[in-house]
């Protein structure tokens, strides 16, 4: 075999070897760009109580220990284990959600399964009236369960800044706390917001703005 042949085969052997790697990149970029997000294997599960915006979850103080989800890494995740948890849609205020500064979404959650969504939650700052001091981009997709037909949503989320974390609500649960009898009013003394879909009791003076006293 004289030199000429064999360059033109190995030549030929590169560019074989070229084309069957852009093959499998192509598939490999295909089979996930049809990867489904709502599917049990797709996303990851979080059961974290803290996340919850109640009473019980509201921290001392600024120097307390706190939550964060700055190892967040851009994964698809589902909150809870019940159908009816989603991330929190108002503006929670500092030290609630297990963590300093909880992060919300500043939007309504789509309402079709078609697609996903892209959205923006917010991080606030350290001050009342600082709701939404920085943006992440997330996306959202409503899911439906195969099995028994409940709806749920999915969060595609980047990682927090350290002293944050990512809040979570209830969605079409019950009424606003201050349609309860008088009785029931005055723990705290309540405050809650009727257009929002979470009634919580709070301390007064926290974001006094973003409730209405009953």
Same mark, same amino acid.
């Given at each position: 075999m004289n030199l000429s042949v064999f360059l033109w085969l190995v030549q030929d052997v590169k560019v074989q070897v070229t084309a069957q790697q852009q093959r499998e990149f192509g598939n490999e970029k295909l089979s996930h760009s049809v990867t489904d997000p709502c599917d049990w294997d797709v996303y990851i599960d979080l059961n974290d109580p803290w996340r919850k915006d109640i009473p019980a979850n509201v921290l001392p103080g600024l120097d307390a220990s706190f939550k964060s989800d700055y190892k967040m890494d851009g994964h698809w995740f589902r909150f809870g284990e019940s159908t009816e948890t989603k991330m929190q849609s108002r503006c929670a205020p500092l030290l609630h959600c297990g963590t300093r500064r909880p992060v919300w979404l500043n939007v309504s959650h789509p309402t079709l399964k078609t697609r996903e969504v892209q959205?923006?939650?917010?991080?606030?700052?350290?001050?009342? =009236? =600082?709701c939404c001091q920085e943006t992440l981009p997330i996306k959202i997709r409503l899911c439906e369960d195969p099995e028994d037909g409940e709806h749920f949503y999915v969060y595609k989320l980047p990682a927090t800044p350290f002293d944050a974390a990512y809040c979570t609500g209830k969605w079409n649960v019950g009424t606003c706390l201050g349609t309860l009898p008088e009785g029931q009013r005055g723990l705290f003394p309540a405050l809650c917001e009727q257009r929002r879909e979470l009634p919580v009791c709070l301390p007064p003076g926290i974001y006094p703005a973003t409730w209405k006293q009953y």
């Amino acid at each position: 075999m004289n030199l000429s042949v064999f360059l033109w085969l190995v030549q030929d052997v590169k560019v074989q070897v070229t084309a069957q790697q852009q093959r499998e990149f192509g598939n490999e970029k295909l089979s996930h760009s049809v990867t489904d997000p709502c599917d049990w294997d797709v996303y990851i599960d979080l059961n974290d109580p803290w996340r919850k915006d109640i009473p019980a979850n509201v921290l001392p103080g600024l120097d307390a220990s706190f939550k964060s989800d700055y190892k967040m890494d851009g994964h698809w995740f589902r909150f809870g284990e019940s159908t009816e948890t989603k991330m929190q849609s108002r503006c929670a205020p500092l030290l609630h959600c297990g963590t300093r500064r909880p992060v919300w979404l500043n939007v309504s959650h789509p309402t079709l399964k078609t697609r996903e969504v892209q959205h923006y939650a917010c991080v606030p700052g350290l001050t009342r =009236d =600082d709701c939404c001091q920085e943006t992440l981009p997330i996306k959202i997709r409503l899911c439906e369960d195969p099995e028994d037909g409940e709806h749920f949503y999915v969060y595609k989320l980047p990682a927090t800044p350290f002293d944050a974390a990512y809040c979570t609500g209830k969605w079409n649960v019950g009424t606003c706390l201050g349609t309860l009898p008088e009785g029931q009013r005055g723990l705290f003394p309540a405050l809650c917001e009727q257009r929002r879909e979470l009634p919580v009791c709070l301390p007064p003076g926290i974001y006094p703005a973003t409730w209405k006293q009953y």
